[in-house]
């Protein structure tokens, strides 16, 4: 229904209009623009905007294809219950695009190029960080955490040109993220973001950015935002660069035959 390419066009307004849907699916399609507008609290133009983006001519016709859409999707739980079934039945079709093809192909690029990988991440995100370094290390490839959000990085003692570093944030606005990609910034190296947020600070920051536009749930001061399409991002990268490496083994091996 929101097909990767055009969320990736989308401003923070137009993202704060799609992570309401995908909370409150049933609700939007009972509500009138002014209704929705104040739910979400931007404007009717900002709304009418988002559904030009997407494909449809005016707030009625995204409604009726979101009461299409939801024929096939539900279910007999509660509103409030966190369904991440339908958003990522969104993500792994978005996975087969030639768009998101392309962006896999230039992470490649870069891994390709580093002789080092860093990932960072803050909270849960830190986790992520851990085993996406390990899992990368297990295919062959060079990946440490940076642990220690104070990790100092002076100028005299610079890390190695072309290295990437991973920036796992699902807000991309959170202040340790922010100050460490600032701190390494002057060193060279690539910065990759994996954010749920196309339009955060953290994406113009980096380099390359891989959103995935989840439904956000907090608790409070804790992010609850299901993490499944970041884990599958980490090791999709990480068979990748197994693969290549199998390859390159095979050829080298064929050619001393």
């Keep these: 229904m929101f097909p990767y390419e055009k969320l990736q066009t989308l401003n923070e307004l137009e993202t704060v209009i799609y992570n309401y849907i995908n909370r409150h699916p049933a609700e939007v399609e009972k509500m009138t623009i002014r209704e929705l507008a104040a739910k979400a609290h931007v404007s009717t133009t900002t709304i009418l905007r988002f559904a030009s983006k997407m494909g449809y001519d005016g707030y009625s016709e995204l409604r009726f294809a979101l009461k299409q859409h939801q024929k096939t999707v539900l279910t007999d739980q509660p509103a409030e219950y966190y369904d991440i079934t339908a958003p990522l039945s969104y993500f792994f079709n978005k996975v087969n695009t030639t768009d998101f093809s392309k962006l896999i192909d230039q992470t490649m690029a870069l891994i390709n190029a580093a002789p080092l990988i860093l990932f960072y991440g803050v909270g849960s995100g830190g986790a992520l960080a851990e085993y ?49 990609v600032s701190k ?46 970041v884990l599958y991002l980490m090791e ?22």
Aim: overall charge neutral; cysteine-free.
């Design 236 to 257: 999709l990268i990480a068979h990748r660069v197994d693969e290549e490496r199998a390859a390159r083994n095979r050829k080298k091996s064929e050619a001393e035959d």
């Design 132 to 180: 996406g370094a390990r899992f990368l290390s297990n295919a062959g490839k060079l990946a440490l955490t940076i642990a220690d959000v104070f990790q100092p990085f002076p100028a005299g003692d610079q890390l190695p040109h072309g290295s990437v570093i991973f920036v796992l944030s699902v807000s991309g606005e959170t202040q340790q993220v922010i100050e460490l």
């Design 184 to 229: 390494v910034q002057p060193h060279q190296v690539k910065i990759i973001a994996v954010t749920n947020h196309g339009n955060s600070r953290l994406a113009k920051m980096s380099d390359l950015v891989i959103s995935y536009y989840m439904p956000e749930l907090k608790r409070g001061d804790l992010n609850m935002t299901t993490q499944v399409p």
